[in-house]
């Protein structure tokens, strides 16, 4: 993702919830990175596997240290 930058990441398969519940939880989650970690930049997606499950990725860029 960002190369040799270290990252954090939360993925979360399976999840029974429609699109826009998705879409709330991602936002919540972001929140919760920025609020906790120091992040440059905080990148959120979803999408449906092949059986149709919907997943949530949500990955943050972590600030070098010293920023």
Same mark, same amino acid.
């Given at each position: 993702?960002?190369?040799?930058?270290?990252t954090?990441? /939360?993925?979360?398969?399976?999840?029974?919830?429609?699109?826009?519940?998705?879409?709330? /939880?991602?936002?919540?989650?972001?929140?919760?990175?920025?609020?906790?970690?120091?992040?440059?930049?905080?990148?959120?997606?979803?999408?449906?596997?092949?059986?149709?499950?919907?997943?949530?990725?949500?990955?943050?860029?972590?600030?070098?240290?010293?920023?």
């Amino acid at each position: 993702m960002a190369g040799d930058r270290d990252t954090v990441e /939360l993925y979360l398969e399976g999840m029974p919830l429609p699109p826009e519940r998705l879409e709330e /939880l991602a936002r919540e989650v972001e929140g919760v990175f920025r609020r906790y970690l120091e992040v440059e930049r905080v990148r959120l997606l979803t999408g449906e596997d092949e059986r149709g499950r919907r997943w949530l990725r949500v990955a943050a860029v972590l600030k070098p240290n010293g920023s």
